[in-house]
């Protein structure tokens, strides 16, 4: 693969570099915001790896600019930024897929492997449905029917970390690490208050149910 890494700190752009080309990719490490633009416009790449915060042009900007020139090609972002709302900023932005700092090789390599098989149609998801439920993330806007639907933060976070695995089951676990960033049980009913409130808002003032609860296992939605 071609592969293109934007990382401004010299030792961990050597290292992602090294190693990736010791499994045959061919790679450019640029350490730049701005030239990493550049990069990613003009050549022709399979894998986008970026760090977040660069010089000149920060990564966001940087995948933001590209997906509003029509780019498509998947980006890894690579960062020490890993809060929930990190992540989410990151994919909102246009990201394939984010791996925190530190990281071990084998999981960078085995995601970008991972994000170069992903067909072309799907690289690019900014809108996610369930029936007549859309969420655009780009503009962070939710729709039912034609409606509009507010919701908070942490609401929207649940949304979507549900509509990204319609039809799969999301144990409370998975729900309590994925939106509040806790990886223990902090014996609170956080998730199921704000799946009420979410069903308060997507499901009560309309016909058909999306979200279900799979009794002893967790919550799904459907669509």
Not at 12 to 32: F, P
Not at 143 to 148: H, I, K, L, V
Not at 181 to 205: C, G, Q, W, Y
């Amino acid at each position: 693969m071609k592969l293109l890494v934007v990382e401004d700190d010299a030792t961990t752009g050597s290292y992602i570099a090294r190693g990736l080309r010791e499994e045959g990719h061919t790679v450019d490490l640029v350490a730049q915001g701005r030239e990493g633009l550049f990069q990613a416009s003009s050549g022709s790449y399979d894998v986008l790896i970026i760090d977040r915060m660069l010089p000149e042009v920060d990564g966001l900007t940087l995948v933001k600019t590209l997906r509003g020139a029509g780019n498509t090609t998947p980006v890894l972002f690579l960062t020490a930024m890993g809060s929930v709302e990190d992540r989410i900023g990151g994919l909102n932005a246009g990201g394939d897929d984010y791996l925190v700092k530190p990281f071990a090789f084998g999981e960078l390599s085995a995601r970008v492997a991972a994000l170069s098989r992903r067909p072309q149609a799907l690289e690019q998801e900014t809108v996610l449905r369930a029936a007549d439920l859309e969420m655009h993330l780009i503009t962070r806007k939710v729709t039912r029917g034609g409606q509009d639907i507010d919701l908070l933060p942490r609401e929207f976070a649940l949304l979507e970390h549900l509509l990204r695995r319609k039809g799969r089951v999301q144990t409370r676990t998975m729900l309590l690490e994925a939106v509040w960033d806790i990886s223990f049980d902090p014996m609170t009913n956080v998730v199921e208050t704000h799946i009420s409130r979410l069903r308060a808002k997507v499901d009560k003032p309309f016909d058909r149910e999306l979200i279900h609860t799979v009794r002893g296992a967790g919550y799904r939605i459907d669509g």
